[in-house]
C-alpha cells in the first residue's frame, strides 16, 4: 500500500473562527459588536439562500452602518471572531429580502456555497445556516408550549412562561457513515431512487445511548447484513440538511456475505480499486458529491492505494 498525505479537510469543515461562547451573554460587549466598523453581517433570504456578490465567489457582506440603515433592528445572531472581526449572521424576512433587491441570481443555496467559495466562508455559511434553521424550527417550548424568546446571541432559546423557563439549545443529529473494507474491496451502497450507477458509502443516525462503534456496526449489518469487526476514526463534517454532523468511520468487514435486509438499500456490492477506476471511466459508476464526507472517505480508501479519484473523474 503507498503512503500518501492526509487528504485535505472536509467541505464546511476546518472553520478557523473564534466562536466566543463564554461572551454571549455580555450584551455590552455584543452592543459594542454590532457597531463596530469591522464586523461584518451575514445574510441568509427567508428560503435559507444565502445572500452573495454577484460580482464575486463570496457573501454580500453588510457592514455595521448598512445593517442599521438597511435592516433597522432585525435581530442579528454572533458567530464568532476572526483575526478580532466579528461576524453574524441575520435572517430576513420578506420585506427586508425586498429592500436589499438583490437579484434572485445573487442567492445560493449551502450546496452550490460549499463547491464554489473558499474554506472560510462555506464554512461560515453553514454554521450560519445550521443555527439560523434551528431557531426558525424552535419557537415554542416543548414541555409547556409557551412563546420562546432567543438569549446568548442567538444561541439558546429561553421559555416565557412564568412557571418553566426552560432552556432549548440548538440540535445536532449525529450520524455514522462508513467505508468498509474486507480483503482489498469496499462496501457501497445505492438507494432505489438514485440516478442510474450511483453508489456511494453506507450512513445512518446514531440512536439514543448508543456508542458512535456502534452505531456504524448496526447500520451495516441492517442495510447490507454484513458483520462488522474493528472501526476506526476518519473525519466528521457538519451537514446542516437540516442539523447533521456526519461522522466518517474506516471499518473493517469479518466477511463479504451480503444479505440487504431493511429495503433501504436496492443492491449493495464490494468494489475492488481496479472496479471504481473502471466504472468511473466508462461513466458505469458514479460517485457521491465531492461535497460529501463519502467522497472523501472512498477518495482517501483510493488514495492509500495509489490512485487520484478526483483526477480519475476529470479525465
Known amino acids: 500500500m503507498t503512503a500518501t498525505p492526509r487528504p485535505p479537510p472536509n467541505t464546511f469543515a476546518a472553520l478557523a473562527l473564534d466562536r466566543a461562547a463564554e461572551r454571549r451573554d455580555d450584551a455590552g460587549w455584543l452592543a459594542q459588536l454590532?457597531?463596530?466598523?469591522?464586523?461584518?453581517?451575514?445574510?441568509?433570504?427567508?428560503?435559507?439562500?444565502?445572500?452573495?456578490?454577484?460580482?464575486?465567489?463570496?457573501?454580500?457582506?453588510?457592514?455595521?452602518?448598512?445593517?442599521?440603515?438597511?435592516?433597522?433592528?432585525?435581530?442579528?445572531?454572533?458567530?464568532?471572531?476572526?483575526?478580532?472581526?466579528?461576524?453574524?449572521?441575520?435572517?430576513?424576512?420578506?420585506?427586508?429580502?425586498?429592500?436589499?433587491?438583490?437579484?434572485?441570481?445573487?442567492?445560493?443555496?449551502?450546496?452550490?456555497?460549499?463547491?464554489?467559495?473558499?474554506?472560510?466562508?462555506?464554512?461560515?455559511?453553514?454554521?450560519?445556516?445550521?443555527?439560523?434553521?434551528?431557531?426558525?424550527?424552535?419557537?415554542?417550548?416543548?414541555?409547556?408550549?409557551a412563546p420562546l424568546r432567543l438569549t446568548g446571541a442567538g444561541h439558546r432559546a429561553q421559555c416565557s412562561g412564568d412557571d418553566c423557563g426552560r432552556l432549548h439549545f440548538p440540535r445536532t443529529d449525529p450520524a455514522v457513515i462508513m467505508i468498509v473494507e474486507h480483503d482489498g474491496a469496499c462496501l457501497l451502497g445505492r438507494q432505489a431512487g438514485w440516478p442510474a450507477g450511483r453508489y456511494s458509502t453506507l450512513a445512518g443516525f446514531v440512536e439514543p445511548g448508543e456508542a458512535l462503534e456502534d452505531a456504524v456496526r448496526r447500520e451495516v449489518a441492517e442495510e447490507a447484513g454484513v458483520e462488522v469487526g474493528e472501526c476506526e476514526y476518519h473525519s466528521s463534517q457538519p451537514w446542516p440538511f437540516p442539523a447533521s454532523l456526519m461522522i466518517g468511520f474506516h471499518a473493517r468487514a469479518r466477511s463479504r456475505a451480503i444479505t440487504l435486509r431493511d429495503g433501504e438499500l436496492e443492491d449493495a456490492r464490494w468494489f475492488t480499486p481496479d472496479e471504481i477506476v473502471d466504472g468511473v471511466r466508462d461513466g458505469s459508476l458514479a460517485m457521491s458529491s465531492r461535497l460529501s464526507v463519502s467522497w472523501r472517505l472512498i477518495d482517501d480508501w483510493m488514495r492509500r492505494r495509489g490512485i487520484d479519484l478526483a483526477a480519475l473523474s476529470r479525465e
Open 34 to 145: 454590532e457597531r463596530a466598523a469591522a464586523t461584518r453581517y451575514l445574510l441568509l433570504d427567508p428560503e435559507g439562500k444565502l445572500l452573495v456578490d454577484p460580482q464575486q465567489e463570496r457573501p454580500y457582506w453588510l457592514d455595521a452602518t448598512r445593517r442599521a440603515r438597511l435592516l433597522g433592528d432585525l435581530p442579528a445572531s454572533l458567530l464568532g471572531l476572526s483575526d478580532g472581526v466579528a461576524h453574524f449572521v441575520v435572517s430576513l424576512d420578506a420585506a427586508h429580502a425586498r429592500v436589499l433587491g438583490l437579484p434572485e441570481a445573487a442567492r445560493l443555496g449551502l450546496r452550490a456555497v460549499g463547491s464554489r467559495f473558499d474554506a472560510f466562508d462555506a464554512g461560515l455559511a453553514a454554521y450560519a445556516t445550521g443555527l439560523v434553521q434551528w431557531q426558525a424550527a424552535t419557537r415554542f417550548c416543548s414541555a409547556c408550549g
